[in-house]
């Protein structure tokens, strides 16, 4: 009996000991220096002098906390070891640069914070890997460059925090990916110049912070809001000197204070229409030249809490736009036809009770998702909540238009597939989406009526597919079309009377195609255009009567083309242009009166990089603020006395002969508070030397009273940068890394670096 119980004696301490190594080996992962939580799964290194990521982390950690260290750089699949990561901690660790890749795998991430280090520059694939990253903070940093598709794999990313950085310039759609972005944080940044399409694409946005950075739009005369999901207006949240027309329409406003646009003194349109707006109260501090208020589309009970607005505006004579929606008495009736001594209240009881009853009336009652249940097409992810209706397919390997989506699918991404082709009614039941990506998709034909019944659609992006032609009815049944995204195709001509179905077209982006020539009534259809995006063509005619339809183009970029000179028959019919971009092309020469259309209208003129040898300014107005003119071969400068709004000018680059006929520039840069780092090329003895530093000018006739010339150093012979770094074109290399005019400032240790960044900031703004 003995015998037989001797091996069960001899299990019960091996078993003890096999119990024992199981911790024993598990706690072995856990780094030397660290803290290991076996139970939250979490590890803590904070301030252990680690000059990498400890290697030793176990698998299955899922909270890394690695503040206050020295890590430096992040290398490629530097956290491969730990892919069930959902909370990284990375501030104070004087990380420099987050290499492409980084964070690969890290799948189940959430939450990432790279504040209080000194990243520089964020690469285009220095996020890629984060599929299911929320929250982003790259707070107290350095970053001055935002790389083209930085952003581009974050696509549930909620909040982005940027602040106390040292951006300068925010380039066109440099947060292309954030579909699901609600905050966007840039406070405390260097900003001053925002392109046009900067923010384009984050129709979720309920929150961009941009105070404290160096943004001036004293200039602007009209801004467009529309179609933001923003819920409330506050105190004079648009303060802007010279706006005339505010457009705040289709939005989610409930709540419009009555100073909210008291800092407008010069606006005289407002539109509010299409909101959720049931009471207004009357501007009683302004603005005082508004003569237009469009209530359109607004819940308005035409009661007595209508009374106080309806006096104002007849006192003021402000024509009020829409309709009442009650009592039943007044349903219909015209603002402007409804007269105060009819605006009265029942009982409070009474009158919620009619109000209740015209909104059940009119108002029918919503569709509901079944409750836990999501429509989704195979192999996509559909996120459809209060919140969120995005819906996306990318890169599946599709190779027809998937279908079953919500309704309520407002995004709707099926970029990176294989349609070929996109037929007929390929996207039946979602009116309400607002964006459609179809990049990447290898499109060779888009049939008639492709988008028939997408109501709501705002954002089309077909770019970079096969596309050679456009039949005219492709975009038949899109009536909110506002921007059209064709760039990176195969057409050889412009796309004719592909946009007369799309009246309210307002962007058209055509760059990097292979178009030729741009003939007589290209533009039938879309006569409200306002920007036409045609950088790196092959243009090299422009037909006098091209454009003649969009008058109210404000945005022409022909960078990059074949032109030989100025289209000056074709921009006479453009008296609203502000920006034009020639830069690139073979302009040799510009003759007088070459802009005498645009004299009124021209505040951006690019003439960069064409080896301009002549350039006349003659017709170029008074309101011209920048001009560049870098990259020529200009050996002299007209006269720029006449440009009396000039802020920017740029001449780097150009073989300037400093003698006699260049003195008109060196009596201009004396008079004006500009920095003009105009540079001598000859005579050889002057070479390298600034226009503004030799003596040459003053035995000129009339050169008599300039000061003498300062003593020159070593620092005077270098060559200059250009005054002021030049946002590029859309469809153009993003050379960001030129506005490191601050990167001096950010290595110097003197306390007072803040201060004097920002002095030298403005007079970089100046210049």
């Known amino acids: 009996m003995n015998s037989q119980l001797c091996p069960d004696i001899l299990w019960v301490p091996l078993l003890g000991l096999l119990l024992l190594c199981i911790p024993a080996a598990h706690a072995a992962k856990c780094p030397q220096q660290c803290v290991c939580d076996q139970i939250q799964l979490a590890v803590t290194c904070v301030n252990k002098n680690l000059t990498d990521v400890p290697p030793t982390v176990d698998e299955i950690t899922v909270k890394l906390d690695l503040r206050g260290n020295d890590i430096q750089e992040l290398p490629t699949g530097a956290f491969r070891h730990t892919p069930y990561l959902t909370h990284l901690s990375l501030q104070r660790c004087n990380i420099r640069r987050v290499k492409e890749g980084a964070f690969r795998g890290l799948g189940r991430l959430v939450f990432l914070n790279l504040a209080n280090n000194n990243i520089e520059i964020l690469y285009q694939e220095s996020f890629d890997g984060l599929s299911s990253l929320k929250q982003l903070m790259i707070d107290h940093n350095r970053v001055e460059e935002i790389q083209p598709g930085a952003f581009s794999q974050l ?62 739009l004293p200039e602007v005369t009209r801004l467009d809001l529309s179609y933001n999901p923003m819920t409330y207006l506050g105190e004079e949240a648009v303060s802007m000197a010279k706006l005339t027309h505010l457009f705040l329409d289709h939005m989610s406003l409930q709540e419009l204070v009555n100073t909210a646009v008291s800092k407008c003194p010069s606006l005289t349109h407002l539109d509010v229409s299409h909101n959720q707006l049931r009471v207004i109260q009357p501007f009683s501090e302004g603005p005082p030249k508004l003569a237009r208020l469009n209530l359109a589309g607004n819940p308005i009970y035409c009661n007595c809490y209508l009374r106080p607005l309806r006096e104002w505006a ?71 909540s209060t919140s969120t209706h995005h819906s996306s397919c990318e890169n599946r390997g599709h ?47 888009v049939e008639d009526g492709a988008f028939s019944g997408m109501k709501g659609l705002i954002y089309l992006y077909l770019s970079e597919n096969d596309l050679t032609s456009l039949s005219p009815n492709a975009f038949k049944g899109l009536p909110q079309l506002t921007y059209l995204h064709l760039e990176k195709n195969r057409f050889t001509s412009f796309p004719t009377g592909a946009f007369k179905l799309v009246p309210g077209l307002l962007a058209l982006h055509l760059e990097n195609n292979t178009i030729t020539k741009l003939e007589a009534g290209i533009l039938n259809g879309a006569e409200g255009l306002r920007a036409l995006y045609l950088t790196g063509n092959g243009i090299s005619q422009v037909s006098p009567r091209a454009l003649s339809q969009a008058s109210d183009l404000d945005t022409l970029h022909l960078g990059g083309n074949k032109l030989k000179e100025v289209p000056t028959e074709a921009l006479s019919k453009l008296g609203n242009l502000r920006d034009l971009r020639l830069s690139g092309n073979s302009i040799r020469w510009v003759g007088p009166n070459a802009f005498q259309p645009l004299e009124r209208s021209l505040k951006e003129l690019y003439l960069d990089n ?30 720029l006395h006449p440009l009396t709004s000039l802020e920017v000018i740029n001449l780097a680059n150009n073989p300037l002969m400093c003698d006699c006929p260049l003195l008109p520039l060196r009596m201009w840069i004396e008079k004006v508070n500009l920095k003009v780092r105009a540079t001598c090329a000859n005579p050889p003895e002057l070479k390298g030397r600034r226009v503004k530093d030799v003596h040459v000018f003053k035995s000129c006739p009339g050169g008599e009273s300039l000061p003498f010339a300062p003593t020159v150093t070593s620092k005077l012979a270098k060559v200059p940068k250009p005054t002021k770094p030049k946002p590029k074109p859309l469809s153009g290399p993003w050379q960001v890394k030129k506005l490191k005019a601050k990167s001096k400032l950010r290595r110097s240790p003197n306390k007072n670096q803040a201060a004097a960044k920002k002095r030298v900031t403005k007079r970089q703004t100046m210049a």
């Not at 015209?358 to 097409?377: F, G, L, Q, Y």
């Not at 039941?429 to 179809?438: D, I, Y």
């Open 314 to 384: 007849i006192q003021r004579k402000v024509k009020l736009l829409g309709t009442c929606r009650g009592p039943a008495h007044l349903a219909g009736e015209n603002l402007d036809a409804v007269y105060p001594p009819e605006l009265r209240c029942q009982s409070q009881e009474a009158m919620l009770k009619a109000e209740f009853e015209e909104a059940t009336r009119i108002m029918a009652p919503p569709t509901k998702e079944p409750e836990n249940r999501v429509k989704c097409p195979a192999n996509c992810v559909c996120e459809v």
């Open 399 to 445: 190779t027809k238009v998937p279908r079953g989506f919500s309704p309520s699918t407002r995004l709707l991404d099926l970029r990176g597939n294989h349609f070929h082709y996109i037929p007929s009614n390929s996207f039946p039941g979602v009116a309400q989406v607002v964006s459609l990506h179809l990049q990447r998709c290898k499109i060779v034909e």
């Open 610 to 639: 064409m080896g301009l040898e002549k350039n006349s300014l003659a017709g170029l107005g008074p309101g011209l603020r920048s001009l560049f003119l870098e990259g020529n071969q200009l050996e002299e400068v007209p006269d």
């Open 155 to 216: 696509g549930f990313l909620n909040l982005l925090s940027l602040t106390h950085n040292q951006l300068v310039y925010i380039p066109n759609l440099a947060f292309q990916g954030l579909q699901n972005i609600k905050l966007l944080r840039l406070s405390h940044n260097s900003l001053n110049y925002l392109d046009t399409e900067a923010f384009a694409g984050l129709f979720t946005l309920t929150r961009l912070s941009l105070d404290h950075n160096e943004l001036q």
